[in-house]
């Protein structure tokens, strides 16, 4: 089993919807439950629209995580980009994420120019810190009680890794 990175595909919409319909991976994102397929392919036109970069995660053909660069349009900021990531948890714990924050780095500093990337992960997500921190993200903020999950507003930590 080998793992291939690569572009986004319009025909993907089906295995996003697959992977942010579980329960273990919508919960670590600002995003609603149980979204459609018919809304990620509008999803992926917005994306698109707006230059956003989205790779894929695949083992033997299946999508097993994604992260999205989500590039800033305005001229003062567009040094700097965020992204977002989900793995499938079946495939939790073998580098995949890994993976792809550093194929995304790669590709935003040395493709893009960027300069500053950052994120926002929920406060008890103590796996994702980890990873973050190894990669060389630090904390530089909190927002409180920044997103509802389950009921429960819940603080985002606000990091970021800037271009040495």
């Not at 995003?31 to 970069?53: C, H, N």
Request: glycine share 8%; proline share 4%; net charge neutral.
């Amino acid at each position: 089993m080998e793992l291939k990175i690569r572009g986004r595909e319009p025909a993907d919409a089906a295995a996003y919807q697959r992977l942010y319909s579980h329960p273990e991976v919508y919960r670590w994102t600002t995003q609603l439950p149980f979204p459609s397929v018919a809304t990620w392919q509008k999803k992926f036109e917005r994306m698109d629209a707006e230059g956003y970069i989205a790779f894929i995660a695949e083992i033997d053909g299946q999508m097993v995580g994604e992260l999205t660069l989500f590039t800033e349009q305005r001229p003062r900021t567009r040094h700097s980009l965020s992204f977002g990531i989900s793995v499938d948890p079946a495939f939790s714990g073998r580098g995949i994420g890994e993976q792809l924050i550093r194929t995304g780095i790669d590709y935003a500093f040395n493709w893009l120019g960027i300069v500053r990337v950052e994120l926002e992960v929920f406060h008890d997500n103590q796996r994702a810190l980890r990873l973050y921190q190894r990669l060389g993200f630090e904390q530089e903020g909190v927002k409180r009680k920044a997103c509802l999950r389950e009921g429960e507003y819940h603080d985002i930590i606000v990091m970021a890794k800037l271009r040495d």
